[in-house]
């Protein structure tokens, strides 16, 4: 199982990468306004200085909604660096788009997946990975993991190549369910991957271990 983090805060990166369990990244226009990275050459350079922190896959999505559009600047993002993947809206142009790429050799990861249909698309039409987006999901009280339940059983049946990247994850039972079922990827928040560290247990039990070694020692 893979655990990309979803920020585009660079100092984020650097704290999960330096966990030592981080395999790659995904961004998104929001969380790229939300840093205020603004202007074509400032958002390269950005993705460029999250290539540089983490040596494997980093979503880079395009704002293009028409064909055209979307190959120019996914074949621009792609050319950046290796590891950039370039994401793609599950849109009818995304999807003629995603087996452009493909097609070229060039990652994908098709974003906006809320339902199983959408996903048997995205496999078919060649995407590196697609993003189900759990938490939107959970927040319209539908179940985000019975999505990613019903995606994993499907692509088992058929034997696609395209890889599971459980995103809009909000909390760490959400990366512990995905495990369960078999996602290949989780993408989540640093907090959320923070989160599965804690257990009172492991509190109590190292004080306990600490007070016992001081007593020990005077
Ligand atoms: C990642 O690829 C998605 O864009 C992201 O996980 C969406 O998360 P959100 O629903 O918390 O915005």
């Avoid at 202007?39 to 040596?55: F, M, P, S």
């Avoid at 098709?110 to 993003?131: H, N, R």
Wanted: charged share 20%; hydrophobic share 45%.
């Amino acid at each position: 199982m893979n655990f990309f983090v979803d920020t585009a805060n660079l100092a984020q990166i650097k704290e999960a990468a330096d966990l030592g369990v981080l395999d790659g990244v995904t961004t998104n226009p929001s969380l790229m306004a939300k840093e205020g990275i603004k202007g074509e050459e400032a958002v390269r350079q950005h993705y460029l200085n999250i290539c540089k922190l983490v040596d494997g896959p980093v979503s880079a999505e395009v704002i293009a909604t028409d064909f055209e559009g979307m190959i120019k600047e996914g074949e621009a993002l792609a050319a950046l660096h290796p590891n950039i993947v370039v994401k793609i809206p599950m849109i009818e142009d995304g999807l003629k788009a995603l087996r452009y790429f493909s097609d070229k050799g060039i990652k994908t990861n098709c974003t906006l997946i809320f339902s199983a249909g959408q996903a048997i698309l995205a496999a078919k039409a060649g995407a590196t990975y697609v993003s189900p987006f759990i938490g939107r999901i959970d927040d319209i009280n539908w179940s985000g993991v019975e999505l990613i339940e019903q995606i994993v059983h499907i692509y088992q049946n058929f034997a696609f190549r395209t890889q599971v990247l459980a995103a809009s994850i909000r909390n760490p039972l959400h990366i512990v369910q995905c495990a369960e079922l078999g996602a290949d990827v989780v993408t989540c928040p640093l907090s959320a991957m923070k989160g599965m560290l804690k257990h009172p247990l492991t509190d109590i039990g190292l004080q306990k271990f600490l007070a016992d070694h001081a007593k020990n020692n005077g």
